[in-house]
């Protein structure tokens, strides 16, 4: 099997700038596992990484598509293994990071997906609430919505359409035999969750001193607000600030709760779901850790 270095964790945790340390030690490009980074002009919101940070290093599936282009779980395992593929012909050696657990999994396991009817109509859910549309995944997959959190919008009705399709999401997962398609080193990186929650409150003030304001009120202003790329958090909550229904500091107040919690579920996610080696960045000498451990995998 091809060999893949896989850098996952919290947001925040610093995955972008080891993913570059370890693209220069070890000869690598590094693919993006970030569901939001792939959109053009999500950039201070989404963290994405800047030309001078790349430090000259390929980075594949970044700030590619488009934010009208509608990009999903399947897309994004098609065009990374192709990319897997493409970088070991290469004789690099391939690195993943990103936080988006689904993503990551699908990448790395024997994920198959459903095709949906093409005729089920998704915006048929659009004036539904999270907890209408949960309650009726509810009645339909019992299973899945039990396994999706009521405000992932996204999933919950990805489920529902699914079910309306003739096939049930948890039906669909449970073919899966959950067998690696690829040998992979999973690198967690973990720290301290209070300091981690106050990481995350800084990273957030700084967005907005580097201008995230301007770029969101840009943005808005060019694409339609229910556009795919505007659910991703520091986005979609400044759309009521932008149309002048919240205040700024609620609006801030908001990131910062919505990104913690979504760190909180990162780590959860990564548990259950793969078999993780953490790290502790907090821990003296864990980067030394990490680059001995990555040379000792890619020479078997």
Aim: glycine content about 8%; proline content about 1%.
């Amino acid at each position: 099997m091809l060999k893949v270095v896989v850098i996952v964790g919290p947001t925040a945790i610093g995955k972008s700038s080891l993913s570059i340390e370890l693209a220069k030690r070890f000869n690598g490009e590094i693919i993006n596992g970030d569901s939001i980074q792939v959109y053009k002009g999500l950039n201070i919101g989404s963290a994405k990484i800047t030309e001078k940070e790349k430090q000259g290093i390929i980075h594949h599936l970044l700030d590619c598509k488009e934010l009208t282009e509608r990009y999903d779980v399947a897309t994004f395992q098609k065009e990374a293994r192709e990319k897997i593929k493409e970088i070991s012909e290469k004789g690099k050696t391939v690195i993943v990071t990103g936080g988006t657990g689904l993503y990551i999994k699908a990448l790395l396991y024997d994920y198959e997906f459903a095709k949906t009817a093409i005729n089920v109509d998704e915006n048929k859910y659009k004036d539904f609430t999270n907890e209408q549309l949960h309650k009726k995944l509810i009645e339909v997959d019992r299973k899945s919505a039990k396994e999706i959190h009521p405000n992932n919008r996204k999933r919950v009705i990805r489920a529902l359409v699914m079910a309306e399709s003739g096939i049930k999401k948890s039906d669909q997962e449970e073919k899966q035999a959950g067998i690696m398609v690829y040998d992979a080193k999973i690198i967690g990186l973990t720290m301290n969750r209070k300091k981690l929650k106050e990481r995350i409150n800084s990273r957030v003030d700084a967005m907005i001193a580097e201008g995230l304001l301007e770029e969101t009120s840009h943005l808005f202003s060019k694409y339609p607000l229910e556009s795919q790329g505007f659910t991703g958090i520091g986005y979609k909550e400044l759309i009521p600030y932008y149309l002048k229904k919240e205040t700024l500091e609620k609006c801030i107040e908001k990131i910062k709760t919505h990104t913690r919690q979504f760190a909180k579920r990162q780590y959860t996610w990564f548990n259950n779901q793969m078999k993780v080696d953490w790290y502790n960045i907090e821990e003296e000498g864990y980067l030394g850790k990490i680059y001995q451990d990555v040379e000792d995998f890619l020479n078997g």
